[in-house]
């Protein structure tokens, strides 16, 4: 490792994000946020030319290192130089592109970035859940609702028995924007979103169902061990649910009720999750994410507010605000403290040192598999005509 | 009837309601606040001495208008001149005598409001709607949460088509006063809310969870025809659940979640409601009841708000209005709303006369018929272990 | 004192309040919702076959008790034996005649409810406070708003030190209601409202800007030493302002701002108080009542709830309380907490005994002298172009 | 102009931000969010060793372009190749310093980002404003809430006449911040902000107060033309005011209040405006930026939302958006908005080609030149004991 390893960013290349994508521009935003991590590669579309226009013009990267195909990019990333190939790959291509691309980059020793959910089939998250652990490779999986510093916060009260032993969790994920058969006018988003090749075999809750149920999993470090789900599909010629309720119950008793919804007209992306134990609650709105709710059996309910400036905040929420109360941070800085950790970890990677434990904080394959665990489960519940079925393990 | 009896009040009786009790004076300030009732007899105790005192010194009755025994009073009105006697009974007591009381006073002639649920076995909810539907006697039954005016909006924008075939239907009641074992304090609201003998079969969703029930099949005129429940009992040595999730499918395809909770620490009294159409939304907090979020598909969210002075409201929502809005309109003016239907209904009865549609608008023995036909419901599903079950006729 | 008093409702009559009224309806209701109150007679209109007709047809009055002019009323009443006649008037007429209405009342020894303003002459209410201190009368002027139990409760947190000593109170009524000509339209809310023979010299800042005044000194207990005032009238052939903007200056150094309008589009009774001290504050809105904000120097701010049972409530806000927290009280039980208290002072009287403190806590000729105090100092200061003025004794 | 600079990113200087201070990093992270600038040199601190330390290791800089004092830089840079040296600086000292310094730079050509107030003394503030108007150099003062793309909706809608002719503007900034003696631990925050030698003559005005008055100027379009102005400290051995309520006429006949505080305990960062017009109003709150209210004379008021989806936005709203509604963005992206657009203006520079007018869309010196006129008016005013005073031109 050369000395000057020291202090330059961590290198980035990037699969897929191209101009039509919506979700790699984000990945980019939140990389780029804190300056600790700078975009050096891509490969931005399956169209050659159009990867390598974009790139280049776009996005300002040296010809040589855009690249016509993600097969291409690996390959010639890998013979590059340690201090000048990229550190990580961000994988932001549709759902049954990931677990091929993930291992072939951890194949080549490459860290990865992916996004959720981690692919579409089980079996494969298996697979990339073992290649991980085994090689020990850094692997992010983009749960970015967990990126927010007062998920954070709740998570602490919730570990550190602030609200007694929990009793029931409420999380739920209403979206309006698929109410009407959108993927049929050639919108991008909702036709590779509604397609089972793509997507998998569950649509919204694949899509945002599983973010529902790893943020109530973050929070409360609660297994769900069986679930009872009624899957629906509204709009008339729709391949995929895009409805689901689902009725929960977690390793120890605890119960609870996860619902998410794409047709829920007017409601725009309104995760939310209400937690409540034998000593009091809490209540968290994704739209207003620096605003966490805490419930007392016996006082006035607070309002407990993210900013760095609140010295009541555990260091996890601290660590992951940039800035004082009342300066709104929302969704592309929660989602750049998924990177923020990363990058950390891939610069004590550089020499060998450990983490911090702030800085490990972020979900990874494991989290990835339990998302395809909970997707199976609701499936095979569903196919049943709504029985309670357990999660496999 | 004598002519002088067109400028009169509807002459109110009352069972129940003593000193100690919650509901009871709710009842009476309902009935007050309009104008059009007076309370001129009760039987406010089963301990006849306390029934007198509390009739005499804090009511103002007169001394031979207060009996010792609800018994004692049917029978004594019964036998008074009709511009004198009751003209109907407001039962108040806990919820395993509802039955007989009202059956009683049905049988005299007398009309009836009850407060809900409408008795503690379905055999007898069966008995009492035959009752009323051979009599024709006014029933009212206090499903209170229909009087608000924004209900009534909700109802007419359902009805109308403005949002469209309803999807999906979110309706929910947290509360958290349950949180901990309260019957065993002493304090009586708890004490028979959670005895078997005196609320019958179902606790929490007895309570509450039939509110929400109500709510439900008020507002989209659709019937819940399957359920699939998990109730709870959280808090141990409680003898009836405090707290449950359901699954619902309603006539022609709906679907929806409904909980209920008495766990949910710092919960007040949360009844909500969503309902989600083909083309449109609508969310209605009872906390919060003159304000009605009407969402659509291509248009900003609107705040549809109470008040005599909106023109863009309902005929129900404004004759359920007093006041213009931004002058808030509470519980028991909504309360209240119902009292002045069927007050209506009985003016109109007086002279043999009909009363109007909006008049007619109150909750009855229907209502709580089909509540212990949910109740019945949830029941037998969650004693199968949570199973899929529907509702019987 | 006959012994039968005891247990009798107090007895009212009401001067105005006929048909067409707004506010006479709100105080029946009020003086109705707590059954210690009875209204026995009337003077409604000052059209006698209209105020008979409304008296008997719907209030169900007597025919002998029904008056066709107050002079009558008053005339006809004192010589009704003590335990027959009203105890006390509610002047519920346009401003300009309150002051000869009251003032004739007390004369013959009844006690007075008056709507706010007290009068539209500041030497009338100077008359008027004379005349009520010498006679020991009681005298309620209704500024309902401060019948609320959480503007109770931030009394009592900011008298008991709670907040500090305060540094700034910015208290605000905007209504919309009058952005259009709408006197011009025949309504006759509007009609009177903008017209100085019968609102006195102002407009907005009489109508709603003394209520916003005297919410600011009932909670603080400070009074508004100086102002400087900016009324406006906005509407092209409004005779009086629809709007004011006020710096204010409160005796021992605490500053504040006073705005109210009837311009502001949307808006529809916002009034609102914030009050800053040096240890915390304090928020208040009128449109969600029974929630209060309590911030501190260093922790999470506190949504404080109304209810009776929140046992961290002040004994006044319990009091003022009917219902426990989340079914919510508005508009209408705040302002019968003012007759309420009223009542129990008059019943007090009856047998020559003190009410309670609690009792007492509702505003008098006092406060309605405050507030033509603080009308004749804002006017002075518009019509100087917009100078500092003291308000006088 | 080399050809290869069309695909590169703009290149920022800096002055100040060193690892002390706050408002730097936030510079640097709105700068780099849209990947369309890229720091390449700073004089971080007036300590040079720690400007070199800082910038080398935590912003992986070149040892060669960090630089040991701001002079240094600029001369420096100035003699570095077109296509390699910075195109403008953005200057985040402490006010006092901004003249020097922004005047510097633009003698050497280079355009100019400098973070408000302007400068402290109004003479500067007249010669910069001078000196960019002659010189035609792009000059950002980033009063950043004019960033928000809800800002530039309400600031459309105004502008096209939606409310119609406006009336009133109540524009405020709370803050609890300074509400002890912060500045007395040795805060440095604090410590600057109330030091009349580094801040100018206004403390809480002229730190918040004039992105109040801003932010109604940015919206309205119209000029605040008089003023009546109270500030006060209210913490002993302060030296600047800490709060301050200002009455404001403007030009065409609108009047308003603007009231900010340093002093309101638990404000955190409390900005927002209520403009009523004669057709309708317009609220916005800057803690959550992402909603813009919008009233009505004859219908429901409206929730407008932020997001790239929202087809109901105006350009500049869509154009100052990333995400799709209920995805929140921020403090920190509104701030890009800035940086972004002034980066598309100096791209155009690059070429000589014209930015469009949804790229011009920025504060620039002229903004700055109304804040200090606004400051100077509030201070004639409060020096003369709180009269109406006219803003000089």
Redesign the interface.
Known sequence: MPLDEK???IRMGMIGGGPDA?IG??H??AA????QIT?VCGAFSSNAQKSRKFG??S??LPQERVYGSWQEMLKSEAKLPPNKRMEFVSIVTPNHLHAEQAYSALELGFAVACDKPLCHRLEDARLLANKVEKSGTPFLLTHNYTGYPLVKEARHLVRSGA?GSV??I?V?Y????L??PLEQTGQKQAAWRTDPERSGAAGCMGDIGTHAENLAEYITGLQIESV?A?L?T?VPGRRLDD?G?V?L?FHGGA???L?A?Q????????LSI?I??????LIWH?????TL?????D???????A?I?HS?LCPAALHAS????????????AFANLYKNFAAVLRARRTGSAASPLERDFPTVTDGLRGMLFLDAILRSTSQ????VELNK
Chains 1, 2, 3, 4 share one sequence.
């Not at 209403?174 to 924007?177: F, L």
């Open positions: 202090f330059t960013p919506f521009a984000i980019r935003m780029r946020l804190d300056g975009l280049e013009e996005l300002y609200i009793r029931k409420v739920e209403p979206q309006g924007w109410a009407t009872c009624d629906t509204y409805d309720n009725l119950r119960k609870g009720i619902h919804s047709i829920s007209v007017g409601e725009e992306n309104g209400r409540y134990g034998e000593a009091g609650g994704q739209q207003e994410p620096n709710i805490r419930t007392h059996l006082k006035p309910t607070e309002i407990i507010r900013g400036n009541n940039r800035l004082p109360g009342g300066h709104p941070e929302g969704f592309i800085e005509g709504g029985v309670w």
